[in-house]
Nanobody, 121 residues
């Protein structure tokens, strides 16, 4: 079992920055991908970024590609999402997820509880 704990959310003004963290309790055999999702009320959860733990390769959705950076600290079993130039449309609950590989369905086995990001204009 893997437990994921997000932190770092908060309220900022347009143009501001936040860094989210997702700490995993363990990297069990088979966990090689961690992802950041966001969700607003009434909408489906959307993957915005992710990282392959073994290789360090990353994925970013085109909507955040120039503003968000995903990274990791393997020793701390922690993934980060650096969010710059934040916009009101980035307002959402942000979740991290983990699994053996990146899944187009988003049906990851492990999820965190979420951290709220609010961007005001």
């Amino acid at each position: 079992q893997v437990q994921l704990v997000e932190s770092g959310g908060g309220s900022v003004q347009t143009g501001g920055s936040l860094r989210l963290s997702c700490a995993a309790s363990t990297y069990t055999v088979g966990i090689d991908y961690m992802a950041w999702f966001r969700q607003t009320p009434g909408k489906e959860r959307m993957e915005v970024a992710g990282i392959w733990i073994g290789s360090g390769s990353t994925y970013r959705d085109f909507s955040v590609k120039d503003r968000f950076t995903v990274s990791q600290d393997k020793a701390k079993k922690t993934m980060y999402l650096q969010m710059n130039s934040l916009k009101p449309e980035d307002t959402a609950m942000y979740y991290c997820a983990a699994g053996a590989r990146r899944l187009s369905t988003g049906a990851y086995a492990y999820w965190g509880q979420g951290t709220q990001v609010t961007v005001s204009s």
